[in-house]
């Protein structure tokens, strides 16, 4: 029987290979990997050092992307994402560097913010490991190692509850410590103690005496493992015995001895050191015994999202949950008042559902109005007389996962706007009129639901929100007196009328 499927292909400038992966996706057999071709060219050393990627750089990573655009037409593969690392990430020139790509290739090479490539990173999971969600069931901490940080996320009863980015990436905790591995014969011991200082850290603030059941890596290949060690046969997995002995091995010799006698690069050998410091230091503060290798790649979180984004299978699992849950636990750092915060959110959501026609936003633009909701108070932790302008530092400060720095923006604007008046479009310079209209549409709402609850009582209960002609009755049942919020959901009114063309009216049924 034929079934019909999409090809993809999805290509990565990383710092020390560009990749390209096809797949085969279709709604009946899910997404199949159908080739996979990559060539090593490490940018690393000149991206994070200088900030630049120099003439010879570029053309060498366009000439790369010519041969995998002749694999493509090989396959009559027409969907085509490029997306970039950190390494690309950090360039100062990065805007001239892709400008450069999009020329001779044709590509369009965009780059995620770390949150968003975390992301990615974990919905690649979900493609090597069919059991991910009963994984996740129990405490899991999954350790995305990269060149330039360590992302450490816990999950719990399938839902991100910590994620934190720590910076001790490999090619990071070199060069921080370059003059020491020349000076120094306790190198390792160096090494160990400065990794070791951040764990504890992370471990004393978030992990506490928790008890991790599982340990995923991503973003650091076990291909290498098994060349300093074939007598473990390690495939899937590490055991915390096999963790000690690569550990005791790896202390005993030099990096240069490392790369000479398994025959792997000099660079591939010096990120092994950093790697077995924090899967032994991981496994001792936790109480897991086995760490899982995965072969996940940024290819595969981005076929992944694909997939999904395009409705072509189903989601395998809820991370618009993770990215919520996250904005949850940020808001409970800061003392939020929950049951405030869940009536105002239920509210906001309700009245974004019964006026699309009026704002013509979509799912995506929901959910940052949910995290706007969830995080509106934050800043009262601050200083409560500025609650709106601390929380938008609050949340220009910290990521959230799965959020883009624009996203990120909009959503701390949001929050800003809630207590402050907005300005005119004139009077500001960092929106497009596109982004500036979605911060007023959704503040407009935020305002609305934040002055039905301005007593913090939940007085109203059994809310319903109805739009009849130009007006969106909102009718609930009071257990209070309502006087306060009455009087001032006028000006919130205004305002909304103002953007939406329909006045927001209170219908009180009998109660108090």
Same mark, same amino acid.
């Given at each position: 029987?034929?079934?019909?499927?999409?090809?993809?292909?999805?290509?990565?400038?990383?710092?020390?290979?560009?990749?390209?992966?096809?797949?085969?996706? +279709? %709604?009946?057999?899910?997404?199949?990997?159908?080739?996979?071709?990559?060539?090593?060219?490490?940018?690393?050393?000149?991206?994070?050092?200088?900030?630049?990627?120099?003439?010879?750089?570029?053309?060498?990573?366009?000439?790369?992307?010519?041969?995998?655009?002749?694999?493509?037409?090989?396959?009559?593969?027409?969907?085509?994402?490029? $997306?970039?690392?950190?390494?690309?990430?950090?360039?100062?020139?990065?805007?001239? *560097?892709?400008?450069?790509?999009? #020329?001779?290739?044709?590509?369009?090479?965009? *780059?995620?913010?770390?949150?968003?490539?975390?992301?990615?990173?974990?919905?690649?999971?979900?493609?090597?490991?069919?059991?991910?969600?009963?994984? &996740?069931?129990?405490?899991?901490?999954?350790?995305?190692?990269?060149?330039?940080?360590?992302?450490?996320?816990?999950?719990?009863?399938?839902?991100?509850?910590?994620?934190?980015?720590?910076?001790?990436?490999?090619?990071?905790?070199? !060069?921080? /410590?370059?003059?020491?591995?020349?000076?120094?014969?306790?190198?390792?011991?160096?090494?160990?103690?400065? &990794?070791?200082?951040?764990?504890?850290?992370?471990?004393?603030?978030?992990?506490?005496?928790?008890?991790?059941?599982?340990?995923?890596?991503?973003?650091? +290949? @076990?291909?290498?493992?098994?060349?300093?060690? %074939?007598?473990?046969?390690?495939?899937?997995?590490?055991? $915390?015995?096999?963790?000690?002995?690569?550990?005791?091995?790896?202390?005993?010799?030099?990096?240069?001895?490392?790369?000479?006698?398994?025959?792997?690069?000099?660079?591939?050998?010096?990120? /092994?050191?950093?790697?077995?410091?924090?899967?032994?230091?991981?496994?001792?503060?936790?109480?897991?015994?086995?760490?899982?290798?995965?072969?996940?790649?940024?290819?595969?979180?981005?076929?992944?999202?694909?997939?999904?984004?395009?409705?072509?299978? #189903? %989601?395998?699992?809820?991370?618009?949950?993770?990215?919520?849950?996250?904005?949850?636990?940020?808001?409970?750092?800061?003392?939020?008042?929950? *049951?405030?915060?869940?009536?105002?959110?239920?509210?906001? #959501?309700? *009245?974004?559902?019964?006026?699309?026609?009026?704002?013509?936003?979509?799912?995506?633009?929901?959910?940052?109005?949910?995290?706007?909701?969830?995080?509106?108070?934050?800043?009262?932790?601050?200083?409560?007389?500025?609650?709106? @302008?601390?929380?938008?530092? /609050?949340?220009?400060?910290?990521?959230?996962?799965?959020?883009?720095?624009?996203?990120?923006?909009?959503?701390?604007?949001?929050?800003?706007?809630?207590?402050?008046?907005?300005?005119?479009?004139?009077?500001?310079?960092?929106?497009?009129?596109? !982004?500036? =209209?979605?911060?007023?549409?959704?503040?407009?709402?935020?305002?609305?639901?934040?002055?039905?609850?301005?007593?913090?009582?939940?007085?109203?209960?059994?809310?319903?929100?109805?739009?009849?002609?130009?007006?969106?009755?909102?009718?609930?049942?009071?257990?209070?007196?309502?006087? =306060?919020?009455?009087? /001032? #959901?006028?000006?919130?009114?205004?305002?909304?009328?103002?953007?939406?063309?329909?006045?927001?009216?209170?219908?009180?049924?009998?109660?108090?």
């Amino acid at each position: 029987m034929n079934v019909a499927y999409f090809t993809y292909g999805a290509i990565v400038v990383g710092s020390q290979e560009v990749s390209l992966k096809i797949y085969e996706i +279709s %709604p009946k057999i899910g997404i199949h990997q159908v080739d996979y071709v990559n060539q090593y060219f490490d940018i690393s050393k000149d991206a994070y050092s200088k900030g630049k990627l120099g003439v010879d750089q570029v053309e060498a990573i366009c000439q790369i992307l010519l041969k995998f655009k002749e694999k493509l037409a090989e396959y009559g593969v027409k969907e085509v994402e490029c $997306k970039g690392t950190s390494a690309i990430r950090s360039l100062d020139n990065r805007e001239m *560097v892709v400008h450069q790509i999009k #020329l001779r290739t044709g590509f369009e090479l965009t *780059v995620p913010s770390n949150s968003e490539m975390r992301l990615l990173m974990y919905k690649g999971i979900t493609l090597k490991q069919e059991d991910f969600n009963k994984i &996740i069931e129990k405490n899991t901490a999954i350790l995305d190692i990269g060149a330039s940080s360590l992302q450490i996320s816990l999950f719990d009863k399938q839902a991100l509850s910590v994620t934190q980015n720590i910076r001790i990436g490999t090619l990071k905790t070199q !060069d921080t /410590l370059a003059k020491v591995e020349q000076n120094s014969p306790e190198y390792f011991s160096i090494v160990e103690e400065y &990794i070791e200082y951040e764990l504890n850290t992370f471990r004393s603030i978030y992990l506490k005496e928790k008890a991790i059941k599982n340990v995923i890596v991503i973003g650091d +290949s @076990s291909l290498n493992w098994s060349k300093i060690a %074939p007598e473990l046969n390690i495939k899937d997995y590490m055991t $915390k015995e096999q963790v000690q002995y690569l550990y005791k091995k790896i202390r005993k010799t030099t990096t240069k001895q490392i790369a000479l006698e398994y025959g792997i690069t000099y660079e591939e050998a010096r990120y /092994l050191l950093p790697s077995i410091i924090i899967y032994k230091n991981f496994l001792d503060q936790s109480k897991a015994d086995t760490i899982w290798l995965t072969k996940t790649n940024l290819c595969d979180g981005m076929v992944v999202d694909y997939a999904e984004r395009e409705k072509k299978v #189903l %989601p395998v699992h809820d991370f618009d949950k993770d990215i919520v849950m996250a904005a949850k636990n940020f808001a409970k750092r800061y003392r939020y008042n929950k *049951v405030h915060t869940v009536f105002v959110t239920d509210i906001a #959501l309700n *009245v974004f559902d019964h006026t699309k026609k009026y704002h013509g936003l979509g799912k995506r633009e929901r959910l940052l109005l949910e995290l706007a909701c969830l995080l509106h108070e934050c800043g009262k932790f601050i200083n409560m007389n500025e609650p709106g @302008s601390n929380g938008y530092q /609050l949340i220009t400060s910290t990521e959230i996962i799965g959020l883009s720095h624009r996203e990120r923006n909009l959503v701390a604007n949001i929050v800003l706007y809630n207590t402050t008046d907005l300005p005119s479009f004139e009077e500001q310079n960092s929106y497009t009129a596109y !982004d500036y =209209l979605l911060v007023a549409k959704l503040t407009a709402i935020l305002r609305l639901a934040n002055v039905l609850d301005r007593s913090h009582r939940q007085k109203l209960t059994d809310v319903t929100v109805l739009r009849k002609g130009n007006e969106l009755l909102i009718t609930g049942t009071p257990k209070e007196d309502m006087t =306060l919020e009455a009087s /001032l #959901l006028t000006e919130k009114a205004d305002f909304f009328e103002e953007i939406y063309g329909i006045r927001p009216v209170l219908r009180q049924k009998r109660g108090f």
